[in-house]
């Protein structure tokens, strides 16, 4: 085993997914995702792999934070190495072509649909801005900002920092935007995309 499969595999494992062979089935999504953080799952896996993925996020004993559950224990550990961490928030809008209409999701045509996850990034304050894991990451539908629906997840997600332990003097919140994190090459960077990624998928896995 590599290096890198070593700590990707240290990074998923314990997920309460109810069953060995899910926890197997989400450390090879893991390590796939991991070494192509930025393609799509029909690109990063085999036919077989892929196949396999659809009836994992699927069961509906696989959810987004059984799967983030070990990567932010990781990630704690991470943080408590550092005197303050940064955390940093933003929301994404994923995409997804319709084949049948997909429950939990807004639609925005015949053909498309979308949902909005939220997320808490820990991120290194020595200046190297090194990503260090997922806290938190939440998904929302509908996607639009009325009623202060983005001041609102935030607000939360600062809340939800909070409730996993971490000190407030150890910890700074602000945006993504104002803080931009360096794309590096380090396991955890590739173990919180590919956190991320496995747990949206779960999110838009089921057909109605």
């Given at each position: ?15 309460a997914l109810g069953d060995p062979r899910r926890q197997a089935r989400l450390l090879i ?180």
């Amino acid at each position: 085993m590599s290096q890198l499969s070593g700590e990707i595999a240290k990074e998923f494992s314990g997920a309460a997914l109810g069953d060995p062979r899910r926890q197997a089935r989400l450390l090879i999504l893991a390590q796939r995702m991991s070494s192509k953080p930025d393609a799509s799952f029909p690109k990063a896996l085999s036919p077989a792999e892929l196949e396999g993925a659809y009836r994992f996020f699927a069961n509906p004993q696989v959810t987004p934070e059984a799967i983030l559950a070990p990567h932010v224990r990781e990630t704690l550990a991470r943080m408590r190495q550092d005197p303050v961490t940064l955390v940093v928030h933003d929301s994404s809008t994923l995409s997804f072509n319709s084949d049948g209409s997909r429950d939990g999701l807004a639609p925005i045509s015949e053909y498309r649909q979308q949902f909005s996850v939220h997320c808490s990034l820990a991120v290194r304050a020595d200046g190297s801005r090194r990503p260090q894991g997922v806290l938190v990451a939440t998904e929302h539908v509908p996607i639009g900002k009325r009623q202060g629906q983005f001041h609102n997840r935030w607000a939360e997600h600062v809340r939800s920092v909070a409730a996993l332990g971490v000190s407030p003097q150890s910890v700074g919140s602000t945006s993504w935007i104002a803080r931009r994190t360096t794309t590096s090459s380090s396991s955890s960077w590739q173990a919180w995309a590919a956190a991320l990624w496995c747990a949206c998928s779960t999110i838009a896995s089921s057909p109605s």
